[in-house]
């Protein structure tokens, strides 16, 4: 099977669940700059966390433009992502709700390195099945990136119950680590 439908899929779950995520933005009860203070949290994480599945989305058109076909592991590898990613909205919602408290916090970070092993396990499938030496494989190589983000989001977790600013600093460090696209896949894809 070509990656269309696989895409078409995957880009229509990044729109629910963006859309799920804007519609927990609740509107202040107030018509000055003062309504808007109780907000901050919230805002804030629901940024942080569209910048992550902005990412997400980017990087995963990327990939599978230089996938060539799509096999049932490859499937499931995505629906894997698919399910994490999912999960933003309810951790993205509890960590703002609750003032970005350690568990929620905690577990926000959970979800991120979850989709983290998710994403580097829908690679490693895509490049087992195409080959070691197929145009992903070329591109990241040793994914130096992927891996770090994972051993920094696990430091993250602990960290909330520490001081929950330090695993927050750590997420948004991560997250503009990957803002630019992955240009290794990139060039590639050309």
């Not at 940024?47 to 902005?54: E, G």
């Not at 609750?98 to 092993?117: K, R």
Request: hydrophobic fraction near 55%.
């Amino acid at each position: 099977m070509k990656t269309t439908r696989l895409e078409a899929f995957s880009d229509g779950v990044f729109a629910v669940i963006i859309t799920i995520m804007v519609l927990e933005l609740k509107v202040p009860h107030g018509t000055d700059w003062e309504a808007l203070r109780p907000l901050t949290p919230v805002f804030l994480t629901y940024v942080l966390s569209f910048v992550y599945l902005s990412i997400y989305w980017n990087n995963h058109h990327h990939m599978l433009h230089v996938t060539e076909d799509v096999t049932g592991a490859i499937m499931w590898a995505n629906l894997h992502l698919l399910f994490w990613l999912s999960l933003t909205p309810f951790v993205t919602a509890w960590m703002g709700e609750n003032h970005f408290a350690p568990l929620p916090t905690a577990v926000y970070g959970a979800v991120l390195v979850c989709a983290a092993i998710a994403y580097t396990t829908l690679q490693a499938t895509i490049i087992r099945h195409q080959g070691p030496h197929s145009k992903l494989a070329e591109a990241v190589k040793n994914d130096v990136k992927g891996k770090l983000s994972i051993v920094l989001y696990l430091a993250a977790i602990p960290l909330a119950f520490v001081h929950q600013a330090i695993s927050d600093a750590i997420y948004a460090a991560v997250a503009l680590m990957w803002l630019v696209p992955d240009r290794r896949i990139e060039s590639k894809v050309h």
